[in-house]
């Protein structure tokens, strides 16, 4: 790696830390290089595993680490539970009770995961996917439109 493109990583990096950014991805004419600061982020949209930071002080050169830098799993995709209607979600049946269910609790088709209210009927919503949740996505007590991700299943 040539000095200058060790500047230029440095000045990347003062300016995530100025701009207070957390992740950097650039591809450019077969190079790519990712830097992350902080612990793993979750993006609003759409979560997924974050590749690891690539430091140009230590260990394999930014060129190398952007080549072996680990990618998203995309082994195991993740499915998204949609509401099949506009209404208000509801993680649970009334506020005393636990929420049907949680991150790391496992689904089949046929089990209930929320409940979304339309015009003053209560709808119960089924899973109808099997695996694990991997992640709750809409927030309990706010409006949810068609077709928006509810949760997300591993």
Not at 9 to 22: C, G, Q, R, T, V
């Given at each position: 790696?040539?000095?200058?493109?060790?500047?230029?990583?440095?000045?990347?990096?003062d300016?995530?830390?100025?701009n207070?950014?957390?992740?950097?991805?650039?591809?450019?004419?077969?190079?790519?290089?990712k830097?992350?600061?902080?612990?793993?982020?979750?993006?609003?949209?759409?979560?997924?595993?974050?590749?690891?930071?690539?430091?140009?002080?230590?260990?394999?050169?930014?060129?190398?680490?952007?080549?072996?830098?680990?990618?998203?799993?995309e082994?195991v995709?993740?499915k998204?539970?949609?509401?099949?209607?506009?209404?208000?979600?509801?993680?649970?049946?009334?506020p005393?009770?636990?929420?049907?269910?949680d991150?790391?609790?496992?689904?089949?088709?046929?089990?209930?995961?929320?409940?979304?209210?339309?015009?003053?009927?209560m709808?119960e919503?089924?899973?109808?996917?099997?695996?694990?949740?991997?992640e709750?996505?809409?927030e309990?007590?706010?409006?949810v439109?068609?077709?928006?991700?509810l949760?997300?299943?591993?």
């Amino acid at each position: 790696m040539e000095p200058k493109e060790i500047k230029e990583i440095k000045a990347i990096i003062d300016l995530m830390k100025k701009n207070d950014l957390s992740v950097f991805e650039i591809e450019k004419e077969g190079f790519r290089l990712k830097l992350q600061r902080g612990a793993s982020v979750q993006a609003a949209g759409g979560a997924g595993p974050v590749a690891a930071a690539a430091s140009p002080k230590t260990g394999p050169t930014a060129h190398e680490a952007a080549q072996a830098a680990p990618r998203p799993i995309e082994t195991v995709p993740l499915k998204d539970i949609v509401s099949p209607m506009v209404g208000t979600f509801y993680r649970a049946a009334s506020p005393d009770t636990p929420p049907f269910v949680d991150v790391g609790k496992a689904v089949t088709e046929d089990t209930v995961v929320c409940i979304i209210e339309a015009m003053k009927v209560m709808n119960e919503i089924k899973a109808e996917t099997s695996g694990v949740i991997a992640e709750a996505v809409a927030e309990n007590g706010k409006p949810v439109q068609f077709g928006q991700p509810l949760f997300r299943v591993r």
